[in-house]
């Protein structure tokens, strides 16, 4: 099993910035990939960043103005958040795809932590 919790969320003006953080316990030996999805009022939970070995995934709405990172001694995935738009209010979810045994691979998911961006 693999357990991951946020921090880092807030409310923000436009053009500030965020630094999200999750920290992974447990098997985190397993984990191929992490990221962070996030999910508006209304609409379905989307992809953000996402980190496998040297890759990273942007969503298009993002790149330039988010950077991805992990720190794998902590264990630990951030995502930088600069330029915030009120268009990236929503509930931002860690995200950690871990090996079960052979080909088969589960999904873990944080709590969720709220970024609001006033305009």
């Known amino acids: 099993q693999v357990q991951l919790v946020e921090s880092g969320g807030g409310l923000v003006q436009a053009g500030g910035s965020l630094r999200l953080s999750c920290a992974a316990s447990?098997?985190?030996?397993?984990?191929?990939?992490m990221g962070w999805y996030r999910q508006a009022p209304g609409k379905q939970r989307e992809s953000v960043a996402i980190?496998?070995?040297?890759?990273?995934n942007y969503a298009d709405s993002v790149k330039g103005r988010f950077t991805i990172s992990r720190d794998d001694a902590k264990n630990t995935v951030f995502l930088q958040m600069n330029d915030l738009k009120p268009e990236d209010t929503a509930v931002y979810y860690c995200?950690?795809?871990?090996?079960?045994?052979?080909?088969?691979?589960?999904?873990?998911w944080g709590q969720g932590t709220q970024v609001t961006v006033s305009s």
């Open positions: 995200t950690a795809r871990w090996r079960i045994t052979g080909a088969l691979d589960a999904d873990s």
């Open positions: 447990g098997s985190t030996f397993r984990i191929n990939s």
């Open positions: 980190i496998t070995g040297g890759r990273i």
